[in-house]
């Protein structure tokens, strides 16, 4: 899936300069000539020293002929050996401003399919972004991993862009009593030496870095439905069953709208600390201990929505945020719709009229590194879904997103895509075009969709 490594490679071969060419909101430069097929992280975290150390096996493609290249890793993790399998040996590499530095003796042919061996450890905390302090945080009984957009590399080496997914084997050693969760099936947990657990999680479907996730604490099972499990402090099991109730009826109602849940579970982790947001992983979504109220139901729903829009159906540049956070968004409304009976319609009305009262400075297209998690894009993108559900009418609207679902899963989309499986499903494609342009392209706000 190195879509821009594929594009981007012969411009940074010719120039000798790979750090010319950054991601436009984070301002990290781009990771070229290569692309991750699976990361195989084997890891041991002591709880209250806040330790992490391990091995992290990147199984990876050639795609160029490269002598050298660069991974992600920052924070406080440290990379202190690595060699190679089915490459040259690596003849020197450094580590400086959140990037891994690898020189090989020999090049690597385009093509070559071969493994980094990446031993590395350190004491682990957040890096400090645009967004503030993202990645691996220590909590009050273990700690949590939250990632978006650019907080992966805190705590393992890789290629930290949204449209790079792959597939992974997580290992997690840890001290007793302390559970771990990740993503993916947990294939196996294991008593290791002393009073340590190994946790073994696999995903079978390829997911982007900043959706990786470990959540370490003192948590008991509660079942919310087949497939679907929550994760929670004892003293919060009853507020739980109680505030998550219908998880698993949400569950299947985006099933209906959107087509089959796209992941073998759905899991939801509870912290014992308090948290600013809920936020989303592939196959799972973290909650802080004051989000256990009825008054985040709304915050519940639109969490799981972003297993399909987000987590299967994800980015190729965060421009497109709107992608993700509109349909959860308006996904929200479609839940009020069905279970209180409150229209996506009223909803709509509300948050317009609440938009129209601010700043009109936004473009939904490229809302930049300051505005990209502002309410806005997550209003405005959703009114825009609503807009055009409005211009095809129900049954091709849905047919159409569900079309654009399918065909997206475990892969990554710009907003192409989905005007793709508009026009298909509209009697009036340049009726479908006018409207996301005004909504899309201009900063100010188009009228209320009648």
């Known amino acids: 899936m190195k879509l821009l490594s594929t594009a981007l490679s012969h411009v940074a071969s010719t120039a000798g300069q790979l750090s010319e060419h950054r991601d436009e909101y984070t301002g990290i430069a781009f990771n070229l000539g290569f692309e991750v097929l699976h990361y195989d992280l084997d890891l041991t975290y002591r709880v209250e020293p806040n330790m992490l150390q391990g091995v992290a096996v990147l199984h990876m493609r050639a795609l160029d002929d490269v002598d050298k290249l660069t991974l992600d890793l920052g924070g406080a993790m440290v990379a202190r050996r690595i060699t190679t399998k089915n490459a040259p040996r690596v003849a020197k590499f450094r580590q400086s401003t959140g990037k891994l530095r690898i020189s090989f003796a020999e090049t690597v042919e385009e093509g070559t399919e071969f493994e980094l061996h990446i031993r590395y450890g350190g004491s682990p905390r957040p890096i400090r972004t645009p967004w503030g302090e993202l990645g691996w945080e220590e909590t009050e009984s273990g700690s949590l991993v939250a990632s978006q957009p650019n907080g992966a590399p805190s705590w393992f080496p890789c290629d930290d ?191 317009y009229n609440v938009l129209a009262r601010k700043k009109q400075d936004l473009k939904l297209s490229n809302p930049g590194t300051r505005d990209m998690f502002d309410d806005r894009v997550y209003k405005r993108g959703a009114l825009t879904v609503h807009a055009l559900r409005r211009l095809l009418g129900d049954v091709a609207f849905f047919r159409a997103v569900r079309s654009y679902v399918k065909a997206s899963q475990h892969n990554v989309v710009s907003p192409a895509n989905l005007i793709e499986r508009l026009h298909a499903e509209s009697e009036d494609p340049a009726a479908v075009d006018a409207l996301l342009e005004q909504w899309l392209d201009h900063t100010a706000l188009p009228k209320f969709p009648a």
Request: include cysteine; aromatic fraction near 12%.
């Open 161 to 351: 862009t949204p449209s790079e997914k792959a597939t992974y084997d997580i290992r997690i050693t840890a001290d007793d009593p302390f559970r771990v969760i990740s993503n993916g099936k947990l294939v196996s947990r294991k008593q290791a030496s002393g009073s340590t657990t190994t946790w073994h999680y696999r995903t079978e479907h390829p997911m982007a870095t900043y959706l990786a996730t470990v959540q370490v604490g003192e948590f008991v099972e509660i079942d919310l439905g087949k497939h679907v499990r929550a994760w929670a402090p004892t003293q919060l099991k009853e507020a739980v069953k109680r505030e998550f109730a219908h998880q698993h009826e949400m569950l299947k109602f985006y099933a209906d709208c959107f087509g089959s849940y796209p992941f073998d579970e759905y899991q939801v982790v509870i912290t014992e600390d308090e948290l600013e947001i809920p936020l989303e992983a592939q196959g799972l979504s973290i909650f802080g201990s004051n989000h256990v109220s009825a008054t985040f139901e709304r915050l519940i729903a639109h969490e799981l929505s972003h297993q399909w829009f987000g987590n299967s159906v994800g980015l190729t540049e965060w421009k497109d945020i709107w992608l993700n956070e509109g349909f959860a968004c308006y996904c929200e409304w479609l839940w009020m719709e069905h279970a209180h009976d409150q229209p996506a319609h009223d909803s709509a009305r509300s948050h």
